[in-house]
């Protein structure tokens, strides 16, 4: 009797660790998710229709211990820009070319650590599939300057839009299935841990 009382307990005891790990990892996913998506200065949606009239947000956070003063986009080529939305607090100053086309955007006002802002414009797609790339800088009041103008993966990771056809819904809505899966999967690995608990 004392046999099996004491394999009963040795097992738990082995059991509990190993649930309580997924429980934590799954958790940690949850958290991370949302951190790696949001991270960086990123133009949303991140997927649109060929020649759509969209309207895009670019998202900046303050990742720094000083405040942010000067955000600057840069508009690819092949995409036309007809017009901004107001942000409480910010200024801006649009910059066209010699033809009058919309180029460039520049923000200023003040971020302060541990915020973030947004920016709305309204664009027209190209015509055929691309891949559309942000160019944008973010200046601080200490005068360091991020460049938001890198490849996939690097450290300050241009935005990317994919124009296709087959693009259905906003980047933003596949964002958040992705933070609601992770969640899901938080949960239930949580549920299996007090189950065999």
């Not at 060929?50 to 080529?77: C, D, I, S, W």
């Not at 607090?89 to 460039?104: F, M, N, P, T």
């Not at 920016?119 to 973010?138: C, G, L, M, R, S």
């Not at 906003?170 to 608990?197: C, D, E, H, N, Y």
Request: with cysteine; aromatic share 8%; hydrophobic share 45%.
């Amino acid at each position: 009797m004392k046999s099996s009382a004491h394999t009963t307990a040795r097992t738990t005891t082995r059991t509990t660790p190993r649930s309580v790990l997924i429980s934590c990892a799954a958790i940690a996913l949850t958290l991370i998710v949302p951190t790696l998506l949001f991270g960086h200065a990123v133009v949303f949606p991140k997927a649109s229709a060929p020649g759509a009239y969209e309207r895009y947000v670019l998202r900046v956070p303050n990742e720094k211990n000083v405040a942010t003063t000067r955000v600057e986009l840069r508009f690819p080529a092949d995409v036309r820009v007809s017009s901004f939305g107001d942000v409480p607090g910010w200024q801006l100053e649009v910059v066209r070319d010699s033809a009058k086309r919309i180029v460039a955007a520049v923000w200023t006002g003040t971020l302060e650590p541990e915020r973030f802002v947004e920016f709305p414009f309204v664009a027209v797609n190209p015509k055929t599939d691309a891949e559309v790339q942000w160019p944008a800088f973010q200046t601080y009041a200490d005068g360091n300057r991020v460049e938001w103008t890198g490849p996939a993966g690097s450290k300050t990771p241009a935005s990317i839009t994919k124009i296709s056809a087959g693009a259905g819904g906003s980047g933003t809505s596949r964002t958040m299935g992705i933070a609601i899966a992770a969640l899901a999967l938080s949960v239930v690995s949580l549920g299996l841990a007090l189950r065999k608990s």
